[in-house]
DNA sequence: CATTATACATACCAGCCCTATGTATTCACA
DNA sequence: TGTGAATACATAGGGCTGGTATGTATAATG
């Protein structure tokens, strides 16, 4: 994809905190969603999805237990804690102050140039 | 500090490339103007910002030469290149669709300590 | 009956911030 | 005169994390 790798990194745990505060949801579920929520801009893949939410388990800011899809297939459905909701308040707080800084630069005036010069 | 270190990671090429776009500078006047802009929030260590510098030289972002303070010391001065500028714009396109897709979702609407849905 | 979509898991690799450490000069101040 | 702080740059090593590749398994599709 086009999004650098440590740009990725930054905006997964916040994206996945968001996303569930929407409300529970799974693992593949949640590529999809941010896929749609990007507009096909940002595709994640399911070997960077599950390491990221297991991370966050082990963090304590989500909670996992197995169920089953209608048809059947077993699937991990993972909620937000108390301590996740906070989290994603936190994480909210980091994005302003660095999207604000970026701000009070010239950042905001360069135009991405297509292709060439 | 308390911006998480993915955070700072992804913000750094972008944060230095902007402040280059304003005019040549050297690593601790970088320190120093990101602690301005930042009005105290972000405090980059030099041991950060060197790194930083030279993987932006060795990609061809920016260009260094030796110089002088009035004082005396010795600096080294970097400005930015043609292809730090286009980089710079990618960047910005990058941070544009990640932000903007965080906007997509429930993130924006979560202060210190919400709930209340 | 084979391919695709769904669904989860993990080992290995590479990249990069952070900390610690080292060198060197200028300036304030006691 | 001397001592610490600020200025100024450099790099080695550690630890964390996403990306890739791979494996398992079931349901739907054609």
Chains 1, 2 share one sequence.
Do not use: N
Not at 24 to 52: F, H, N
Not at 72 to 87: D, H, P
């Amino acid at each position: 994809m086009s999004i650098g790798k440590d740009l990725v990194a930054a905006s997964a745990t916040p994206l996945v905190l968001a996303i569930l505060s929407e409300g529970e949801s799974y693992g593949y579920a949640i590529i999809k969603r941010v896929e749609e929520i990007s507009e096909g801009e940002l595709q994640w893949t399911d070997g960077m999805v599950y390491p990221v939410l297991h991370r966050l388990e082990r963090a304590g800011y989500v909670e996992a237990t197995w169920g089953k899809s209608e048809s059947g297939r077993r699937r991990k459905y993972y909620r937000l804690t108390k301590r996740g909701t906070a989290e994603l308040a936190d994480q909210r707080r980091q994005w302003q102050i660095v999207t604000s800084t970026l701000r009070s630069t010239p950042f905001h005036r360069f135009q991405a140039i297509p292709q060439g010069v």
